[in-house]
DNA sequence: ATAGTATTGTTGTAAATGCAACAAATTTTT
DNA sequence: AAAAATTTGTTGCATTTACAACAATACTAT
């Protein structure tokens, strides 16, 4: 049976997608001179959705460890984007947070320029065309999740 | 129009299949308790496969910079896994590289360990399932790439 | 009740990464 | 022919990241 390189996998290619989402990421983030990172611009979509959600919590979605999240959250606290509070949850204490009123519009601006900018981009591609490479990536993710063990 | 989350983006989806695929790989390279890290791997089996290519090429392929391939190779020259050496390329003076006996002999020994401990992987997926998300993401790539300016 | 274990967040540190600057050589332009 | 630009690889540095250790608190078990 004939080996599957490293190029030809899917692997590489799900790595180099994100590499290049990532890298496109940040490009856009500095020719619009944005004054959040795209990591920081997460983080606020994040918490304008679950509002409330506790620093754990929002590790796990963001996909940082606590350490880093911890860090983002000081940055985006320091701007003035989000306040935190200490609060119980299962009695314990945690740190929750929430969009400021400076947070809100700086989320609400930093979609607008994003948007403006990308609106070229979604013409190529369908809704559905992307909902079902969505549904497939999921798929595949949640079965080689099962293999990991995951400590957030 | 209902605003899409950063969670129900595609560019979520693929952040986290990337990065739970390389948690993955750290974790199966320790628990192996194999002597190259994940990214060397990459490296010693692209030069497996571009018998002779040089340090920018190689770069490109494994989606890292100039610098860290430099240093990734130094590491595996150390480890005796390749031996470099001068040539021109465009009549220009590239360093180039291949695989030593001990190179090939630890790729042959990392993919045989890595199948082992993947063969269970392997059963929930189709050939046909994989190559079908493969085709979807490098479309998606593709388009995504033509807005990216790349200096490699 | 006391000891052990678990959860949450922070700090410190080492490794990985990207970027800019540089050197050396070659090509292109003027 | 000289100057400017390009290609390739290296070095240094700043940023990002992961991981381990820690403090504080709460839960669990004996």
Request: net charge positive; hydrophobic share 35%; with cysteine.
């Amino acid at each position: 049976m004939k080996k599957i390189h490293y190029t030809e996998s899917i692997h590489y290619e799900i790595e180099k997608t994100a590499r290049v989402m990532k890298l496109l990421a940040a490009q856009f983030f500095t020719k619009l001179n944005l004054n959040i990172t795209p990591d920081e611009y997460s983080a606020l979509d994040v918490i304008s959705y679950y509002n409330g959600i506790c620093q754990r919590d929002l590790a796990k979605i963001i996909l940082k460890d606590r350490a880093n999240t911890g860090r983002i959250l000081n940055s985006l606290e320091k701007k003035g984007f989000i306040k935190r509070f200490v609060d119980t949850k299962n009695n314990r204490l945690v740190r929750k947070m929430q969009l400021t009123k400076e947070g809100g519009e700086e989320l609400k601006n930093t979609d607008l320029k994003l948007k403006k900018h990308l609106s070229s981009a979604q013409k190529f591609f369908s809704h559905e065309e992307i909902e079902n490479l969505q549904k497939s990536i999921i798929k595949f993710r949640e079965h080689i999740e099962k293999l990991l063990e995951l400590n957030i």
